[in-house]
């Protein structure tokens, strides 16, 4: 069992990461002096899976286990949801020194952490994060929260979780289609952490797709740790944490022109970062070779490169709008080289466009 420590202001907490550490959950919870009750929010097709494993862990260490299912989809991280999930903490009884678990994807730990940060000011909070994007980037840094109708993520906390169980085998029945999605992130975390990473990931990212765990494991871990030392550096988002957002300002704009329908997170993170790697061979001479090589791997692993069935002109203007940005030049986070990001470049508005373009002609 690997054990990971996050170490923020607001909280130290282990990220355990194993193939098979689901199972050990409960033995490790108590290994931390918890004891009482662990209500498990998750959605039915997790449920179905690793809700048992899950159950019997905890049950099998002492805990009083309850579980409460949701339907899978964004529109469950809705302050509606939330408040039937207070109902449902409230009449199980619910108490300061319980755990809320939540297994899931980022839906379910951003839901389930909210209600977790919010009932009675906090209960204590165990992530099992089971897509490969929650095992990399959302069921750790604290950030939880839940959609209004105008907007996503806009009413949330900073909350850190108390445990985090990574157990990469859960992969294993993840639809294909999210898996894609997750690696999205994990190209990001290339680019972020450096060459080694970069090119040992454009090698094997075969292993990866084949879920072969002796290689899926130590990316994930790198990925988690990036995050981690991240994290701990700028917990609430004044800073260096905005480094996380490399290929994401291009990548929300194309979310937001195609109305959150024509491209999923993951498929637009890929053009994103596609763009902000040609804008950083531009702005910081950026070797050409990785735009190249990103635009091949992107391919490789069944992300787009060519920006179909939304205007340049919706995305810019969505780039324009984004909280991150101002006026037409857009706040962006490029590369000085592989593993050495910059944040808050200001990018001039023709060079976006540019780029934006280039994206639809998919070369
Ligand atoms: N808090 C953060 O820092 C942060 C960061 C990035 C994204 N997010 C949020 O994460 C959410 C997206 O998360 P996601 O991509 O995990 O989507 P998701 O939670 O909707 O999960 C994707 C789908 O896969 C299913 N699934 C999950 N694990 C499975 C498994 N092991 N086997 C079979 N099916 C499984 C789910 O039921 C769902 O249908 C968004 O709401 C986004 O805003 C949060
Ligand atoms: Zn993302």
Not at 94 to 118: E, K
Not at 164 to 182: K, N, Q, S, W, Y
């Amino acid at each position: 069992m690997i054990q990971l420590v996050a170490n923020t202001r607001s909280r130290e907490y282990p990220v355990f990461l194993s193939e098979g550490a689901l199972e050990e959950t409960g033995k490790l919870w108590r290994s931390l002096g918890n004891r009482g009750k662990v209500v498990i929010i998750t959605d039915d097709n997790v449920a179905a899976l690793h809700l048992p494993g899950l159950e019997e862990s905890l049950a099998a260490t002492g805990f009083i286990v309850n579980a409460v299912k949701v339907q899978p989809g964004e529109e469950a991280k809705s302050l509606g949801k939330a408040t039937a999930l207070y109902s449902g903490l409230f009449d199980l009884k619910t108490r300061r020194h319980d755990a809320v678990c939540a297994l899931g994807g980022g839906v379910i730990g951003d839901l389930a952490g909210f209600v977790a940060s919010t009932y009675m000011r906090g209960v204590k909070l165990i992530q099992v994060p089971t897509s490969l994007l929650s095992q990399v980037d959302s069921s750790i840094g604290g950030k939880v929260g839940v959609n209004i109708p105008q907007a996503k993520n806009y009413v949330g906390a900073f909350y850190q979780p108390h445990m985090v169980i990574t157990d990469p085998a859960l992969l294993e029945t993840l639809p294909r289609r999210e898996l894609v999605e997750g690696l999205a992130e994990v190209v990001k975390y290339c680019l972020l952490s450096g060459d080694d990473f970069f090119s040992n990931f454009e090698f094997s990212y075969q292993e990866f797709l084949s879920l072969n765990m002796a290689y899926v494991e130590p990316v994930v871990r790198r990925c988690i740790e990036y995050k981690l030392r991240v994290v701990s550096e700028d917990e609430r988002d004044f800073g260096r944490r905005a480094v996380l957002n490399l290929g994401h300002t291009v990548g929300h704009g194309i979310e937001a022109a195609g109305a959150y329908q024509a491209y999923s997170h993951g498929q637009a993170l890929a053009l994103g970062l596609l763009a902000a790697v040609r804008l950083s061979e531009q702005v910081f001479m950026l070797p050409a070779e990785y735009g190249e090589r990103l635009w091949s791997l992107l391919g490789l692993l069944g992300l787009p490169v060519k920006l179909e069935g939304v205007s340049p002109d919706d995305v810019l203007t969505a780039v324009a709008r984004d909280k991150k940005a101002d006026d037409l030049s857009a706040n962006m986070v490029l590369l000085k080289s592989l593993g050495d990001p910059v944040i808050n470049c200001d990018v001039d508005a023709g060079l976006l466009r540019s780029q934006v373009e280039r994206l639809v002609r998919g070369d």
